[in-house]
């Protein structure tokens, strides 16, 4: 069985006399580095010249230098700025890796697929919450915690494990139970579930969904609300209890239903396509994509991105969620109506 780690497991010590220089302040950047610093770790933040970023972390009362700069000054420097641009950070910083000290990531896609090569003599971990990076900081402020998973592809001090913990425990993931996998597993399960389940599969069920009842005649207002609105509260049932609380709570008719023909539609040739798709994750095929679509400027990504915002769903949903109170777009707490 995999191995959990909560609080009482760990040992902040190993963090004690030891500089974080966190490079970038988005996401994940400002939570690791306002976390760790209520933690009473010492935080520096790295970013570039003229960063859009240096004002807010300067409000919040932190060091801010450049990333060369604070990787100098840091025996754990954690590479938080996007995954295309970590390779060219990296190559500032890579001067100042000393004997000893930790490069951290929150996601292993740079060092899995050789985009960065570490020297032996760093420790290289990875600290990757399971959860947006605004949670991140939100669930430490409330006393809550992130779950979070630990791996660690080279340790060359013996301590990296410890180091890392003592990581995930000042970003207050050790809170919600830290889970130990590698580079290489959190790497392909992230990659295949965006691409298969959480981001690709979800939004292009939505979206056959909805243009099969439109193309059918049906009002766009009424397939936007039973193939994208209803789906919020299956997935919630889901979240806390589990498949069988979500068939517990629809009705028998939308259960029947719903077990007699959810295999048709994700049928045996969708299950063929979900392990190809895990091929190219596992070759590297969609990681060498995704890299050459950068290197060209993103011609693709741009154009298949501006279709997804024209889709009629889109100024539909739109339209109603202006529309209804129970929107969170009017910062009240949602009131979510029905399950169907
Ligand atoms: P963001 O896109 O939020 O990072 C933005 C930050 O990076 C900004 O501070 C930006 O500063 C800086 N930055 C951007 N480009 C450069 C550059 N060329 N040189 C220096 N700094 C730059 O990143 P995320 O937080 O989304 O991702 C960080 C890491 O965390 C990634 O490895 C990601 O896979 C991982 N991760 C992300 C999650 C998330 O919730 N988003 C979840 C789990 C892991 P500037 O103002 O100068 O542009
Ligand atoms: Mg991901
Ligand atoms: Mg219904």
Same mark, same amino acid.
């Given at each position: ?178 889970? &130990? ?73 939308? &259960? ?28 590297? &095929? ?55």
């Amino acid at each position: 069985t995999t191995q959990i780690y909560y609080e009482d497991d760990v040992d902040e010590s190993y963090l004690e006399n030891t500089t974080v220089a966190v490079l970038g302040y988005g996401s994940q950047g400002h939570a690791h580095a306002l976390n760790m610093k209520e933690s009473g770790v010492d935080v520096l933040v790295g970013l570039r010249e003229n960063s859009s970023s240096r004002k807010a972390a300067e409000e919040e009362g932190l060091e801010v230098g450049t990333p060369a700069e604070v990787a100098a000054q840091a025996e754990i420097i954690s590479v938080l700025v996007p995954d295309t641009v970590q390779p060219a950070v990296y190559e500032e910083i890579e001067p100042h890796l000393e004997e000893g000290d930790t490069l951290q990531f929150a996601h292993g896609l740079n060092i899995h697929y050789n985009q960065i090569t570490p020297p032996e003599h760093v420790d290289v971990t990875m600290v990757a919450p399971k959860s947006p990076g605004h949670l991140v900081r939100r669930n430490y402020v409330n006393d809550e915690g992130t779950p979070g998973l630990l791996a660690v592809y080279q340790d060359t001090t013996g301590d990296a494990v410890q180091r890392g913990l003592a990581y995930a425990k000042a970003i207050g993931c050790a809170r919600a139970g830290v889970l &130990e996998t590698t580079f290489q597993e959190e790497v392909e399960t992230d990659l295949f579930g965006e691409q298969v389940v959480l981001c690709g599969g979800v939004t292009s069920l939505v979206k056959h969904g909805y243009e099969t009842l439109v193309d059918a005649g049906y009002s766009p207002e009424a397939a936007y609300f039973e193939c994208m609105n209803e789906l919020k509260l299956i997935v919630d049932l889901m979240y806390e209890g589990g498949l069988s609380e979500m068939w517990d709570s629809v009705s028998d008719t939308a &259960e029947y239903g719903g077990l007699t023909r959810g295999d048709r539609v994700i049928d045996d040739n969708a299950r063929e396509n979900m392990e190809e798709i895990l091929e190219e994750v596992q070759s590297g &095929e969609f990681a060498r994509e995704w890299i050459l679509e950068n290197q060209a400027g993103r011609p693709s990504y741009t154009q298949i991105r501006q279709a997804e915002k024209d889709h009629d769903i889109e100024e539909v949903g739109e339209r109603l969620r202006d529309l209804y109170s129970w929107s969170e777009s009017d910062g009240e707490e949602d009131e979510t109506p029905e399950v169907p």
